[in-house]
């Protein structure tokens, strides 16, 4: 078994994409966006198939402003994996609301050696 983690620090970024490759273990980011903690712990190697995820929001900030009708904040987080990468793509829609972090679990199985 092989696992790898790590968290999108989005430094403000209302919508990005991040891909993490799983072997060897990296990642791409657009914009002002990072990845970083990223730790992997098992065998180095392949996927065997597509392996388990987990994608979600460790950290939000939704500013205060009064307003008789409301107001409404949509944090929305697509992500897609592959046997080789996991791509997570992030949106914040309305002008109150920001995602600060967004942390991932990659945990899937590699061929004996």
Do not use: N
């Not at 990296?26 to 180095?44: K, L, R, S, Y």
């Not at 109150?96 to 050696?113: A, H, K, N, Q, W």
């Amino acid at each position: 078994m092989r696992a790898l983690s790590g968290v999108i620090f989005t430094r403000g970024a209302r919508t990005g994409t991040a891909i993490i490759r799983f072997h060897p273990y990296g990642a791409t980011i657009d914009g002002p966006a990072v990845v970083d903690e990223m730790a992997d712990v098992g065998p180095e190697g392949a996927f065997r198939t597509v392996p388990c995820k987990h994608v979600a929001l460790r950290q939000i900030t939704q500013l205060a402003r009064p307003s008789p009708h409301g107001s409404s904040v949509t944090f929305a987080i697509d992500d897609e994996v592959a046997r080789d990468r996991l791509t997570i793509e992030w949106r914040t829609e309305g002008d109150t609301g920001f995602m600060s972090e967004i942390s991932y679990l990659v945990i899937g199985e590699i061929p004996d050696r």
